[in-house]
């Protein structure tokens, strides 16, 4: 039972405290337990409490200005909130068919997904990714997408000749992959190529930064430091930063002025951009540009990341070191020389992680296909290097009492 969280660490009914190594869900980018943070909620709610989605009130416009002005690729861009990530990228496909049905091209419905990825719960969003244990049992519900490689972006071109390019409205993929590949960087040219085909098949671009946004990768958002501009961003998590449920979908203006042109309308959600939620996120984000976090992300990351090749660049257990920013994983085998994995019965990403929390860390399981098991680390951007020290050693610890109980 978790009762109490402050900082980089949570404390439970017991008495013990854990560090938070993987902020939660890789969420809580400003750390635990700040005081103005529960006085701008306390003051929101005892001005407002619910006012439905199509009505201003000043904290909703406030965020769209912040979001605007200071983290998206230009000011022009339109806002519109949402309650978390799922949602985010659900309302985001959305955008992306209504701007082709308002664009006069209704025969563009089909949104290209990729062989590893994880975009939410929602049955929109399990359809666009590819997370084999999150669509478990679930498959025959799910809309067939196609799916493209999430490494060669010369695949993309057969997948939308074989498709038939009139056919496709969007492609979607995370810039570096969380969830469903502990932290994957795909090679330096993958995005820029992959935002030249999608421009020249007039195919949306929509960068899933529901874990990458918001500084986690050391920019403003994850697309910069892979260098391309999407059409679309579907971001949650750290927008909030773990203090209130948010989650947003971010345009460049020419894709949704058609839709506005229009008697098409995207359909809100009800509790869409609480007040609440909005006033509490643009507190977030006020501390994140004061406080230079996203730059602390950046030189914090590069400590992590030193630290994590100190510790495993010759693990037998270890395949890879992987990640940008304070978004960094590692990839866990049975045999490093030859890649074989551990067998999924033993689920030894998530073995580790609970030996870890035993041990005081949270660190977050992750992975799926060919990068099933490994391990996220994504604390707060306010993290220190004894913290970095704790959770990297903690890490090994756990890795070597995890490989002892399954052999
Ligand atoms: C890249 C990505 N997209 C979407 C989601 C879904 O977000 P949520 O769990 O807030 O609905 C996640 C959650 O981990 C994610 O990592």
Redesign the pocket.
Known sequence: MVTKAEGVWLHTSEGARFLDAGGG?IVTNIGHGRPEIAQVAAEALSRLDYVVPVFATEARVALVEEVSDNWLPDPSWRCVFVS????S?DAAIRVAQLHHVASGRPERFKVIGRDIS????TLG?LSAGTHDRRRKGLEKALITMPKTSHYDPEQLEKVIEIEGPETISAFIG?PVI??AAGAYVPPPDYWPRIAEICAKNEILLIA?E??TGFGRLGTAMGHAALNFTPDIIAA??GLGGGYVPI?GVYCRPGVVEPIGNSDLALMFYTFAGHDMCCAVAGKVLEIVREEDLVSRADSMGQLLRERLNEEFSDHPNVDDVRGLGLLQGIGLVANRETGEPFPRSSAFGELVSSIALEKGVWIYPSGSGIFEDAVMFGPPFTVEEGHIDEMVTTTRQAIDTAVSQVS
Request: negative net charge.
């Open positions: 869900a978390g990530g799922s949602e990228v994880y975009h939410g719960a969003a995370e969380g969830a899933d529901v874990m949650g998590k989650g």
